[in-house]
Nanobody, 120 residues
Framework: QVQLVESGGGLVQAGGSLRLSCAASGSIFSINDMGWYRQAPGKRRELVAT???????NYADSVKGRFTISRDNAKNTVYLQMNSLKPEDTAVYLCNAEVAKYGLGYTGYWGQGTQVTVSS
């Protein structure tokens, strides 16, 4: 009974900013890596950014210098601050987390996604 729920998507003009949130809930013992992925129409899903339990981030080259990933382990939440948005950033953004339930090892979970649309 683990679920991830994203929020914060919407419509923004090029050059604007959005902040995405993803909260994990349920029978959670601990969470290892968390990350954000995106999928645009007609394209395959791609990695945007990941962050380790200790807070070490990794970014796709296309978003370096513009996006910042962070997390609050006490709240089981990961964030994605998106600045200087471009039309090419338009996609459904999905949250991913490696979650350990009580008495079990880690397995991956996905949220349902939140739409980000950047207009020119």
């Amino acid at each position: 009974q683990v679920q991830l729920v994203e929020s914060g998507g919407g419509l923004v003009q090029a050059g604007g900013s959005l902040r995405l949130s993803c909260a994990a809930s349920g029978s959670i013992f601990s969470i290892n890596d968390m990350g954000w992925y995106r999928q645009a129409p007609g394209k395959r899903r791609e990695l945007v950014a990941t962050i380790t339990r200790g807070g070490v981030p990794n970014y796709a080259d296309s978003v370096k210098g513009r996006f910042t990933i962070s997390r609050d382990n006490a709240k089981n939440t990961v964030y994605l601050q998106m600045n200087s948005l471009k039309p090419e950033d338009t996609a459904v953004y999905l949250c991913n987390a490696e979650v350990a339930k009580y008495g079990l090892g880690y397995t991956g979970y996905w949220g349902q996604g939140t739409q980000v649309t950047v207009s020119s």
